[in-house]
DNA sequence: GGCCGATCCG
DNA sequence: CGGATCGGCC
């Protein structure tokens, strides 16, 4: 528990409202192949009721369901590819409707959305990290990462309507100063940049996505969702940046319970090197 | 122990005679680096006087020293190259005068010598595998090898003296129809063909080397240093091969006082597809 | 620093 | 099957 609203590592789930308590968790597991163990040891500790993982790295046939499968999820959303990205949707509650879109046109399996019970749209994102030069005519990772968030705002703009929805995912973008350890340091540095961090809150504005995690940690507060593998000592030099996130609609905003990243997560053993991100929502009944 | 002469896993070292009890262990272990645990194991039940490793897999400035000297190794001597062969000595016992050779001049470390108390010379060997096809004429892996075994020949019987010598390693060849799971079957398999037994039993005549193990371990009976990877339940179904071996010069026949394989350790977590060969022996004081 | 796949080698 | 290396990606 970091927060006064926090989500409660397995704490008890008694509800002041009408809804149903769910809580969702968004990790960016980096291999879930190689991550059965700690992601076992996540989800017994954290008990998500829907889990959405980014850079599984494996296709479809060879996602390994039953090891998650078997940790309560009876439905599920899968989408992979050969060696890189790769999405996915674990739920304890039905899901419906699953689908994806194909952004910038690459194949890449970087989307997925269901709908929960409720009509609840949720969509599982991973943007593109966008290589290492903040420039897109020089780098065309940064380019494609541009574009990325682009077509992502025009795309929900398009569809301004009522409807409750979730967007969460490894969006590659620390927007806020205090999403990082330094923001003097990382204005240059892909991931904090000026240009995607204004892309990032247009996409924001175009749907009036509300940044479910801020609402319940202070924006003045320094939060982070992950740390690189080059840092040994992640944890006491703490150079890191909050690149995963869970957005609502505004219709959702009440219905916000708690939020926590899952920080001990990065500390475990065959860590990645995202920590899972969390909030607990009181979803319409 | 697995013979009535074995050399007894830790047990006593009573003399009979009046040298020094020495126990001597060959093991190819494939990456030293990646086998630390398996090999402090055998190291701490076997409690070998002298470990003659090969395929350690590292260059000398990566030898991982210090892992392996605290086993209680005050001396050593390493010789290793980049991703492939690489051969090592450590001793409990002083080692002087190291010692190499260049066969067939391919700058492959695949041999060190070294002088033991008493002025036994030790020559630790990595011998090749030969490929998959057995004909020098089609496969040069296979011609290397038989190359390889005429010149360490041709070297040893330059120097037909009264010096008392030990030869060890993996010499990659299994010369008696024992050695082999089934001779039929692997007549024609690399490491057990005619032309290799017969090279292998030239070198043998040319010094007067005597096979220590067999020396202990009647040749009548089966016995296997390598268990093939590929092989599922290499315990249940035992398609092994004595690729490993322990040979001394005729003046230290009588000092033998023990053989043994060591196959415990191919069942080890993490195990090599070899195990280790020991043998005891009443070294000159 | 660490994961993936490809390639070489046993 | 399982070491080692390398280049791509984060």
Redesign the pocket.
């Known amino acids: 528990m970091t927060t006064a609203k926090g989500t409660g590592k397995g704490g008890s789930r008694r509800s002041a409202a009408s809804g149903r308590r769910v809580r969702i968790a968004t990790w ?1 597991i ?6 059965l163990e700690p992601l076992g040891r996540f989800v017994r500790e954290w008990k998500p009721d829907i889990l959405c993982l980014q ?1 599984t ?3 479809d046939p ?1 996602f390994p369901l039953d090891a998650v499968r078997s940790l309560g999820f009876a439905h599920h959303a899968v989408r992979g590819q ?4 790769g999405v996915a949707i674990f739920s304890r509650l039905p899901l419906a409707s699953p689908a994806f879109e194909d952004w910038c046109d690459k194949g890449d399996c970087r989307h997925l959305s269901v709908e929960l019970p409720g009509g609840v749209e949720l969509h599982n994102f991973y943007v ?4 290492d030069i903040p420039d897109p005519d020089a780098n065309p ?1 940064f380019d494609h990462k541009l574009r990325f968030v682009d077509q992502m705002r025009d795309w929900f703009a398009r569809r301004r309507d009522s409807r409750p929805r979730i967007l969460l995912g ?1 969006l ?1 973008i620390a927007p806020l100063e205090t999403d990082v350890w330094s923001h003097k340091q990382l204005l240059k540095v892909v991931s904090h940049t000026p240009v995607e961090v204004e892309k990032l809150g247009r996409m924001m504005e175009a749907h009036d996505w509300v940044d479910a995690v801020r609402e319940v940690i202070p924006p003045e507060e320094k939060l982070y969702s992950w740390w ?5 000592d992640w944890d006491m030099a703490d150079k890191g940046r909050r690149l995963d996130h869970i957005w609502v609609t505004p219709g959702l905003k009440g219905a916000i319970r708690g939020a926590e990243v899952a920080r001990a997560v990065r500390g475990f053993e ?1 860590a990645s ?1 995202h920590a899972p991100v969390l909030v607990d929502l009181e979803l319409p009944a």
Chains 1, 2 share one sequence.
């Open positions: 960016n980096n291999s879930v192949r190689i991550r850079e790295k494996v296709v060879d050969k060696s890189y990205n593109p990290a966008g290589g990772k490894d590659n690189s593998y080059r840092s040994p065959m090197d």
